[in-house]
């Protein structure tokens, strides 16, 4: 199985300040159709997860342009711009290149 | 806009079957762009993937080798919706289950709202 690593545990922002998320696989996460399969989800207290990025960098329909997704191969990076109260939760990176699909084991972002 | 309904008892015996379902609406369980998975949340495991079933001209279903022995998942086309059955429960098995649709870029863009399912007597 792959195993999806995220750094750090948590995460603590000043409102307006940029938060960057680190995620890394066990596997490279190129498929064999030359795409690399991983997305970030959100999930805000109480709710299901949301998913921000898919296919590393191209954000999902409805997704501010304060979140974007960068890496290759192995390494991977979710940053938000400038944090805002509604970005407060804990943030996933998942991997659907090659099954079981594996989820990192979360990064909380809170307000300081 | 894709929306996914679960329903299901939140308390089931151990050894018994845990049952779930999820219902859509604004795309079709026989989709040929679409994978349906079950998805299961708690804190000692996380995020936890089970299973999926999907239609490529015939029916396909893969597990996760963790619950491969106990789980079933299955489309049921007469009313769009798909099921989860996990039989020989133990209280390992209590968590959040999500239904969830796989789409297009090759990630979940879509869930349902969750079920907690406590296994108890």
């Known amino acids: 199985d792959i195993v999806m690593t995220q750094t750090p545990l948590s995460s603590p922002v000043t409102l307006g300040q940029p938060a960057s998320i680190s995620c890394r696989s066990s596997?490279?996460?190129?498929?064999?159709?030359?795409?690399?399969?991983l997305s970030w989800l959100q999930q805000r207290p109480g709710q299901p997860p949301r998913l921000l990025i898919y296919?590393?960098?191209n954000r999902f329909s409805g997704v501010p342009d304060r979140f974007s997704g960068s890496g290759a191969g192995t390494d991977f990076t979710l940053k938000i711009s400038r944090v805002e109260a509604e970005d407060v939760g804990v943030y996933y990176c998942?991997?659907?290149?090659?099954?079981?699909?594996?989820f990192g084991g979360g990064t909380k972002v809170e307000i300081k | 806009q894709v929306h996914l309904q679960q329903s299901g008892p939140g308390l089931v015996k151990p050894s018994q079957t845990l049952s779930l379902t999820c219902a859509i609406s604004?795309?079709?369980?026989?989709?040929?762009?679409?994978?349906w998975s079950w998805i299961r949340q708690s804190p000692s495991r996380g995020l936890e993937w089970l299973g999926r079933?999907?239609?490529?001209?015939?029916?396909?279903?893969d597990y996760a080798a963790s619950v491969k022995s106990r789980i079933t998942i299955n489309p049921d086309t007469s009313k769009n919706q798909f099921s989860l059955q996990l039989n020989s429960v133990t209280p390992e098995d209590t968590a959040v289950y999500f239904c969830?649709?796989?789409?297009?870029?090759?990630?979940?863009?879509?869930w349902g709202q969750g079920n907690l399912v406590i296994v108890s007597s």
């Open positions: 596997q490279s996460l190129v498929h064999s159709d030359g795409n690399t399969y």
């Open positions: 604004g795309d079709s369980v026989s989709s040929n762009n679409a994978v």
């Open positions: 998942m991997q659907t290149a090659q099954l079981p699909l594996t």
């Open positions: 969830a649709r796989w789409g297009a870029g090759w990630a979940f863009d879509f």
């Open positions: 296919k590393i960098s």
């Open positions: 079933t999907y239609y490529r001209s015939k029916w396909y279903n």
